[in-house]
């Protein structure tokens, strides 16, 4: 049986109706059963980013070894952000900042998603971000869903064939960067219709993630 792929997707806003978050939602629902995708949902109880609590031996906060050990469980993440005052919001670079020090993120393929086709300068400063974090910033996975001004819910990106697509597309790359143990393999994405459409993509070597206790992700394997 293949093993599940986990994805854990983080959105930069912590604001209710985010777009963002709406368009990570769409994301499990169209990345199923391709990839399990679970959206983070604890950026806001994070505390400031202090070095002096980020040391060997230090006992971290619980919100911050959680979302080690929720980065560390996942195959791939997958990030998707606002701009604000042309810079990343403070709390998911805040998020990145306790991540900087440990080996979470070496390695990891990393996707990166924007809902709004505004934004020009906070997408470049992540990928700046993850790469200087040694994460594997995967190429076809960095793009933007412009839901800007209009009906941004799961049902309503599901049913664009346009957002669809790229989602499909982002999702892919994520897993052909963390597959490493099959020559080929047929990844299927479930279309706004319920049915199953399948791609059949030749897979390069790479990672393959190693697990901790804590998991978002419930099933392991
Ligand atoms: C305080 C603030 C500053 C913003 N600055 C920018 C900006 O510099 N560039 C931009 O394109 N949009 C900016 N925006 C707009 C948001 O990035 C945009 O509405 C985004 O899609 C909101 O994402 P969300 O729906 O996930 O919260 C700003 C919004 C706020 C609240």
Redesign the pocket.
Same mark, same amino acid.
């Not at 854990?8 to 990345?31: D, E, K, M, P, W």
């Given at each position: 049986m293949e093993r599940i792929f986990h994805i854990l997707a983080i959105?930069? #806003? !912590?604001?209710a109706?985010?777009?963002?978050?709406?368009?990570l939602h769409a994301v499990a629902a169209i990345a199923a059963p391709a990839a399990n995708v679970v959206v983070y949902d604890q950026l806001g109880e994070l505390p400031h980013f202090n070095p002096d609590l980020d040391v060997e031996g230090a006992r971290l906060p619980d919100a911050v070894s959680d979302l080690k050990a929720f980065v560390d469980a996942a195959d791939a993440i997958l990030i998707?952000?606002?701009?604000?005052?042309?810079?990343v919001p403070g709390s998911l670079k805040n998020a990145l900042d306790w991540l900087v020090s440990g080996p979470e993120m070496v390695g990891k393929p990393a996707g990166l998603l924007?809902?709004?086709g505004? #934004? !020009?300068?906070?997408h470049k400063s992540l990928a700046e971000t993850l790469r200087t974090m040694s994460a594997n910033l995967v190429g076809n996975a960095v793009d933007v869903v412009p839901?800007?001004g209009r009906r941004s819910d799961v049902a309503a990106i599901r049913a664009d064939d346009s957002a669809r697509g790229t989602i499909e597309r982002v999702v892919t790359a994520l897993i052909l960067a963390a597959r490493s143990d099959l020559q080929q393999t047929h990844i299927f994405f479930r279309s706004s219709d319920a049915q199953l459409s399948s791609t059949t993509t030749l897979v390069r070597p790479a990672l393959v993630a190693s697990r901790t206790s804590r998991s978002p992700f419930g099933e392991t394997s």
């Amino acid at each position: 049986m293949e093993r599940i792929f986990h994805i854990l997707a983080i959105s930069g #806003s !912590l604001r209710a109706r985010s777009t963002n978050t709406q368009l990570l939602h769409a994301v499990a629902a169209i990345a199923a059963p391709a990839a399990n995708v679970v959206v983070y949902d604890q950026l806001g109880e994070l505390p400031h980013f202090n070095p002096d609590l980020d040391v060997e031996g230090a006992r971290l906060p619980d919100a911050v070894s959680d979302l080690k050990a929720f980065v560390d469980a996942a195959d791939a993440i997958l990030i998707s952000s606002p701009e604000y005052a042309h810079g990343v919001p403070g709390s998911l670079k805040n998020a990145l900042d306790w991540l900087v020090s440990g080996p979470e993120m070496v390695g990891k393929p990393a996707g990166l998603l924007c809902a709004s086709g505004r #934004s !020009l300068y906070a997408h470049k400063s992540l990928a700046e971000t993850l790469r200087t974090m040694s994460a594997n910033l995967v190429g076809n996975a960095v793009d933007v869903v412009p839901l800007d001004g209009r009906r941004s819910d799961v049902a309503a990106i599901r049913a664009d064939d346009s957002a669809r697509g790229t989602i499909e597309r982002v999702v892919t790359a994520l897993i052909l960067a963390a597959r490493s143990d099959l020559q080929q393999t047929h990844i299927f994405f479930r279309s706004s219709d319920a049915q199953l459409s399948s791609t059949t993509t030749l897979v390069r070597p790479a990672l393959v993630a190693s697990r901790t206790s804590r998991s978002p992700f419930g099933e392991t394997s």
